[in-house]
């Protein structure tokens, strides 16, 4: 009997951790998405059942490319600027 009843427990917490990345994936929430992949991206590597995680580690590396690209450009025109006024 225990050991059902841990196995209905097991279960629902996947369900909700499932659910919760899921809902993360949907609003596009970066924060709680950074700190999911930056902290715990080799655990969820191994649940290859749900593409949900893969799908949220792929959004992640797609705003940090953005981030880098606002960067580069920031830094670009802020030598435009620079010799221009030179």
Do not use: G, P, W
């Amino acid at each position: 009997m225990l050991c059902l009843v841990n196995n209905i427990i097991e279960r629902i917490y996947n369900i909700t951790i499932i659910y919760i990345s899921f809902i993360m994936f949907q609003e596009d929430i970066k924060s709680l998405c950074s700190h999911v992949v930056e902290n715990f991206s080799k655990e969820l590597e191994t649940i290859d059942y749900v593409q949900t995680f893969k799908a949220l580690k792929l959004r992640y590396e797609q705003h940090q490319d953005k981030l880098k690209d606002r960067d580069r450009a920031t830094i670009d025109r802020y030598i435009l600027i620079y010799f221009l006024y030179l």
